[in-house]
């Protein structure tokens, strides 16, 4: 399975700040030691023209030079350099690679990207670009220069807290298909309408979010028939985490990721995963969560590739 990264850029960020930059470094670690059939790919940033397929000319410039308001980078919560501006391009590059190896492949991965709180015109929530906006873009462009049928593509969110930015991206466009299940009070506040939103209560455990999640895939799968499926596999809903409002276990998000390659592979679907959050208090709990994920994943690529053709 080929896995992107972009940890080379680390952001310089003041003393304190809640960002767990350093989980990057850790996690391709701990991948590397830990699972020898997963190929660790440097990403090559994303260019002007890929972000402009959601992103305002004027914002890609702001982030690009650091004229960007001083505003719009409070809300998005880092300072501005020109290493942040060149990891979120790297991080957007990061999906469309994996998105990219998940057509050939069934299966390929980011491990950071999911800023799914970034709207064409400016960040949130630690989000610059929308890596699984940019992406889903440019796959239907490249599909559709092959004479296909429109590719529509299913967005499954399940990072603790809502996919905003991705929901008002896509609000009008029927071809791409929106699911997020979030803590119903965790941040954003003002949520924006997805496809299908699952609100979860605080406290929700293992039994209730699976069987929401069933719910939710079943729902999708009724209403749409994608082509290709981008998961953001936030670590956040862990009980763990100090922003997420939820109690799931390591079992529970590890049958929470199972469950999502299997109705992938039920219907032979390609996908492709992100990170998304995770701010564990012990930010090795966070890696962990992680680091199951890319297990289960590696597991799910061996399917992939002893498939009968
Ligand atoms: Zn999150």
Redesign the pocket.
């Known amino acids: 399975m080929q896995v992107f990264y972009a940890d080379q850029f680390v952001l310089p960020l003041p003393p304190g700040h809640r960002f767990p930059m350093e989980k990057y470094r850790l996690l391709r670690d701990r991948i590397a030691a830990e699972i020898p059939s997963i190929r660790l790919l440097r990403a090559e940033p994303a260019t002007d023209g890929q972000l402009a397929l959601v992103h305002a000319p004027g914002y890609i410039q702001g982030i690009s030079d650091g004229s960007v308001d001083a505003k719009l980078m409070r809300e998005i919560g880092f300072p501005w350099s020109t290493a942040m501006a060149e990891r979120a391009r790297r991080s957007v590059g990061a999906t469309i690679a994996a998105c990219r190896a998940a057509q050939q492949e069934g299966v390929a991965a980011n491990i950071a990207g999911?800023t799914?709180h970034a709207y064409p015109d400016r960040g949130g929530?630690f989000c610059v670009f929308n890596d699984a906006a940019v992406a889903a873009r440019l796959l239907q462009a490249e599909h559709g220069r092959q004479r296909r049928p429109p590719l529509k593509v299913a967005i499954v969110d399940l990072?603790?807290?809502q996919g905003n930015g991705t929901a008002r991206i896509f609000r009008d466009d029927p071809t791409v298909f929106t699911l997020s299940l979030h803590g119903q009070k965790?941040?954003p506040f003002r949520k924006e309408a997805s496809d299908l939103d699952i609100d979860l209560p605080d406290g929700t455990g293992d039994d209730a979010y699976l069987q929401a999640l069933e719910g939710a895939l079943e729902e999708l799968s009724h209403r749409f028939d994608p082509g290709f499926v981008i998961y953001l596999a936030?670590a956040?809903p862990h009980e763990g985490d100090r922003?997420?409002r939820l109690k799931l276990t390591w079992d529970g998000l590890e049958a929470r990721d199972r469950r999502v390659f299997d109705w992938a592979w039920q219907r032979g679907l390609p996908l492709a995963f992100a990170m998304?959050?995770?701010?564990g208090r012990r930010i090795e709990d966070t890696v962990q969560v992680q680091v199951n994920t890319f297990a289960a994943a590696a597991g799910y690529a061996r399917r992939w590739h002893n498939r009968p053709r």
């Open positions: 999911g799914h929530g990072d603790v807290h965790n941040f936030g956040d922003l997420g998304a959050g995770g701010y």
